[in-house]
């Protein structure tokens, strides 16, 4: 028979909708010894509560857990992370005192595919122009004046086979387009099994319809979309961007968009608030959403019942199914 492992959530107030706070406190009274709940490890109810705590639950608005929270929480073995990325968070102390580490990274990249997949269809189709354009007329449009537009045989570009690229390129496979990859890590054969085809970031961007941008945000990484490739990008393409805002160079972006032959949807911007006078916000050919395609609403519960699933696995002595190493920070979201 398992004990249910001493848990204290750190998760932070507000950081879900109430309806997702309330089910993460039903299944982790459910699943463990909730010693806690905090929002800071400052007080002396959450020093206690770490005293005590095997299992710390985290999320987007845990505070930094450095040494000093470390060294308050003596039992500490796992953290289970109820978002993705862990960069800005967690420190390196972390790892280097054994504990062990598991990210909804996994759960979360589910509705950014989706959501890109949502976006390469209406990028193709030119859903945002169109309709822009009909509010405006109050009339039928001509079809046969709208342009080249429509997903039959279009090629699009994904850049990076991360967790999200790889689902979206999944994703695509039911449609009738031709999808391409850059991703240097991948030999052409590893490419080819993923449903893709291997080629360069300049033959991508050149030639591709659409691009999707799915590499993290590494120094070696940030401006990847430069401003030469986003010039060589036909006219009528569009660029889609659901990873980081710093892949891009977004000046070069912003100056091909407002040119007026270039199509921009962005998820992720630099920074992440635009201000309020860019004209991005205000062009047509430019569709802005507030970093919304990772998880919302209730797909929030979905990277919490996998951590809930993490937490069943520590109290039966199993291994975590979704460990963050550290080593695979520096090449990792």
């Known amino acids: 028979m398992s004990t249910l492992p001493r848990v204290v959530s750190a998760v932070g107030s507000g950081a879900f909708t109430p309806a997702s706070e309330a089910h993460l406190a ?7 010894d909730l010693l806690a709940t905090v929002d800071s490890f400052d007080t002396d109810d959450a ?3 770490l005293a005590a705590a095997e299992v710390l639950v985290t999320g987007w608005r845990t505070p930094v857990i450095d040494a000093a929270v470390l060294d308050a929480a003596p039992n500490l073995t796992r953290i289970l992370h109820i978002a993705g990325s862990v960069k800005e968070q967690f420190t390196p102390e972390i790892w280097e005192r054994g504990i062990q580490v598991s990210s909804a990274v996994d759960a979360n990249a589910v509705p ?5 997949l949502a976006a390469i269809l209406m990028a193709n189709k030119r859903v945002v122009q169109i309709a822009r354009q009909y509010r405006e007329e109050r009339a039928l449009i001509d079809q ?3 342009g080249v537009i429509g997903s039959y045989r279009r090629r699009v570009g994904i850049v990076g086979a991360s967790r ?19 991703d240097p890590t991948l030999s052409a054969g590893e490419v080819a099994a993923l449903g893709a085809r291997a080629v360069t970031l300049e033959e991508l961007c050149a030639t591709s319809d659409v691009v999707s941008v799915h590499a993290p945000s590494l120094p070696a990484t940030r ?3 430069s401003a030469a490739l986003i010039d060589t990008m036909p006219a009528g393409a569009a660029l889609i961007n659901t990873s980081r805002g710093d892949v891009i160079d ?4 912003t100056a091909r968009v407002l040119r007026g032959d270039l199509y921009a949807l962005l998820d992720v911007t630099v920074p992440w608030a635009l201000p309020v006078d860019h004209p991005l916000y205000d062009h047509p050919n430019a569709f802005l959403t507030p970093h919304i395609a990772g998880s919302v609403g209730t797909e929030v519960d979905r990277m919490i019942d996998q951590q809930i699933a993490e937490l069943d696995r520590i109290a039966r002595g199993e291994p ?3 460990p963050v190493r550290y080593e695979s920070l520096s090449t990792a979201a």
């Open 47 to 49: 020093q206690a509560a």
């Open 112 to 116: 950014v595919a989706e959501f890109t």
């Open 26 to 32: 039903r299944e982790l009274a459910a699943h463990g």
């Open 164 to 182: 999200i690229g790889r689902r979206v390129v999944s994703l695509l496979q039911p449609f009738d387009l031709e999808v391409v990859l850059y």
């Open 223 to 225: 401006g990847l979309v």
């Open 320 to 322: 975590l199914a979704h």
């Open 250 to 253: 977004q000046d070069a972006l």
């Open 144 to 146: 046969a004046a709208l």
